[in-house]
């Protein structure tokens, strides 16, 4: 009984010694929630503290400078006929038609909070003035700048409007986040980002092409190269990094015909966007053009499966979205590709007028001016994709930002900068769509290159 009791004591020691491991790794393992992952935002913004002492931006090679006096020149207003590519209107559709009266697609959310278990969403937040860190380079320093948007270049007389830096609510916790071109660099090293759409996609091209192009030690070995009207590439081969832009303002087909009238193609995409399949990151957009009417409306009729159609403008957009969407779920690889899509840029008319506005709105007393029906139609399209695609909605923070468009302070029809006369009559100069670069389409790009660093399911 002696042994009995001896062994049994035994067994109990090594179970409570066992236990007392088991307790101590349960002890180790359950520390590392004291030291958290960094936030979306901080991990962005982490080298970015410190912004970099402004020196005067080194003569452009000539190269560069010899296209973009080349560019300058080139009116890329008026999009020029294409040859016919994927007839997407002829293929059997087994998914309903959408409604027209369907419920918006949510605003891309952020997983990375506060820490109060609220959402963060980087396109949420205020501007917040910052000479410091603001404008990312200067105008002087990027040759390649259409001179339509060099606002100061063409007599604007502030640069307030250059030095707002937009602070997400609840991302990371932080004011001080900086953004530096470096970055942007290191974004588009191996890369080759292209932008789809109108003028305001190339707003915003030429602007990450300056934040990269300013970035650069060495910018003589950088490239411009205007393939063809519509396409326009920035290349930084150091980093074996290109920068381009397609000019395709409908997304769809806009065809001359032979009698010289225009046929806009709801169910066919130019053949050009053949050439952006295995990008490594497309930015589409379009909108503007579909609400000109009268003399400025693009084309004289609309067609689908060859034959022409009668339709109200909202229905046509619906099904050119529709031919887009399919075009890129049929065409995309998203295991190789990242597909986002710029939301409206709005225009500060009629109003909320952007003559003589020197700050942004602050009281949020913003007056709409885009049609609600055709965003609601931007928006369901995309959340009905199969490919990922990242909503870049960038709207709300775009129409507190009157300040921000060259108003007078642009190019005539010739491209030579409006006179003392025509800056005098706003009405019929002032152009309050586009805007000035350094400005607000530099934020637009370290947005579009904070949410590169997230999954797009995430934010589908």
Known sequence: MDSVATSSAQRWALCSLLCLCLFSAGLLLGSRPFFPTPRLWEHFSRAQQQRLARTAPPPAPPHVAAAAATY????????????GYSDLGREEEDDEELALGS?????????????????????????????????LYQAAGCPFLSDQVTCRRNGRPDAGYEQ???????????????????????????????FVGDSLNRNMWESLACIIYTALPDRSRTRIEDVSSEYRIFRAMDYNCSVEFFWSPFLVKLETKQDQTKALKLDQLPTMLKQVVGADVIIFNTGHWWTHTGKLKAWDHLERNGVLI?????EAFNRALRTWTRWVDHNIDPTRTRVFFRSISPEHKSANWCYNQTTPITNE?????????????IERNIQSMKTPATYLNITHLSELRIDAHPSVYTTNRDGKPLSTEQRQQPITY???????????????????????????????
């Open 72 to 83: 300058h020149n080139h009116d890329v207003e008026a999009p020029a006929p294409d040859a």
């Open 365 to 377: 007393t913003i007056i709409p001016w885009f049609p609600k029906g055709l965003i609601s139609i």
């Open 310 to 314: 009668e339709m109200e403008g909202e």
């Open 164 to 194: 707002w830096r937009w602070q997400p609510w609840g991302c990371g916790g932080s004011s001080s986040a900086r953004f530096r071109g470096a970055e942007a660099l290191e974004q588009c090293r191996n890369r080759r980002l292209v």
């Open 430 to 460: 002032a152009d309050c769509s586009h805007w000035c670069l350094p400005g607000l389409p530099d934020t637009w790009n370290v947005l579009l290159l904070a949410s590169l660093m997230r999954h797009p399911s995430n934010v589908h």
């Open 103 to 135: 419920a918006p697609a949510p605003a891309p959310a952020w997983e990375d909070g506060d820490g109060e278990g609220r959402e963060c969403d980087l396109l949420d937040g205020s501007w917040v003035h910052d000479p410091a860190a603001y404008p």
